[in-house]
T-cell receptor, first 118, second 113 residues
Framework: GAVVSQHPSWVICKSGTSVKIECRSLDFQATTMFWYRQFPKQSLMLMATSNEGSKATYEQGVEKDKFLINHASLTLSTLTVTSAHPEDSSFYIC??????????????FGSGTQLSVL | QQQVKQSPQSLIVQKGGIPIINCAYENTAFDYFPWYQQFPGKGPALLIAIRPDVSEKKEGRFTISFNKSAKQFSLHIMDSQPGDSATYFCAASLSGGYNKLIFGAGTRLAVHP
């Protein structure tokens, strides 16, 4: 199946610093990528929908100035957590839609990034 | 109306048993119902999915049963193995376009040897 590469797999940073997470579709083009946040033993919460070449659409309650999303190409989307604080510590997961197929049946997830803010 | 309710929260079965995980939805416009498997520290992986025009779908040891009138669907894992121990999420969405998946809360399955 298609591969979505997410990097880094884990990151530790100091409070107040910014962290960038990359999500790449390795063998397909993705016009749409999604960013999720998952707390321990909880479900995936959609943060934003990223469309190539346009501004991301954020879910209610997600601070767009804090979680900057860029989808500059058909294979790469980035999430930057700006001025990170301990409450931003979480597991962040991206997913990418293969533009060659139906949305749901061609949706693939990355392996996630564990962010720990000290 | 956008919620997907999943139960049980956790489940323990013996090897060879048939765990059953249930989900219910409200939005009758949903037309795509996938199940995902997630191991600790990893992203979810699509297991099997169903559309409302069929009542059952099998792929290997995994079966989805779908009851459109009751707005419920369930996952059955036949001959469960310790390697099936993971968290399982149901989801629902509208197909096409940029419609997002609505995830259930997840079920932590433990299969004991």
């Amino acid at each position: 199946g298609a591969v979505v590469s997410q990097h880094p797999s884990w990151v530790i940073c100091k409070s107040g610093t910014s962290v960038k997470i990359e999500c790449r579709s390795l063998d397909f083009q993705a016009t749409t990528m999604f960013w999720y946040r998952q707390f321990p033993k909880q479900s995936l919460m959609l943060m934003a929908t990223s469309n190539e070449g346009s501004k991301a659409t954020y879910e209610q309650g997600v601070e767009k100035d804090k979680f900057l999303i860029n989808h500059a190409s058909l294979t790469l989307s980035t999430l930057t957590v700006t001025s990170a604080h301990p409450e931003d510590s979480s597991f962040y997961i991206c997913s990418a839609r293969d533009m060659a197929g139906d949305f749901n049946e061609k949706l693939f997830f990355g392996s996630g990034t564990q962010l720990s803010v000290l | 109306q956008q919620q997907v309710k999943q139960s049980p929260q956790s489940l323990i079965v013996q090897k060879g048993g048939i765990p059953i995980i249930n989900c219910a939805y409200e939005n009758t416009a949903f037309d795509y119902f996938p199940w995902y498997q997630q191991f600790p520290g990893k992203g979810p992986a699509l297991l099997i999915a169903i559309r409302p025009d069929v009542s059952e779908k099998k792929e290997g040891r995994f079966t989805i049963s779908f009851n459109k009138s009751a707005k419920q669907f369930s996952l059955h894992i036949m001959d469960s193995q310790p390697g099936d121990s993971a968290t399982y999420f149901c989801a629902a969405s509208l197909s096409g376009g940029y419609n997002k998946l609505i995830f259930g809360a997840g079920t932590r399955l433990a299969v004991h040897p």
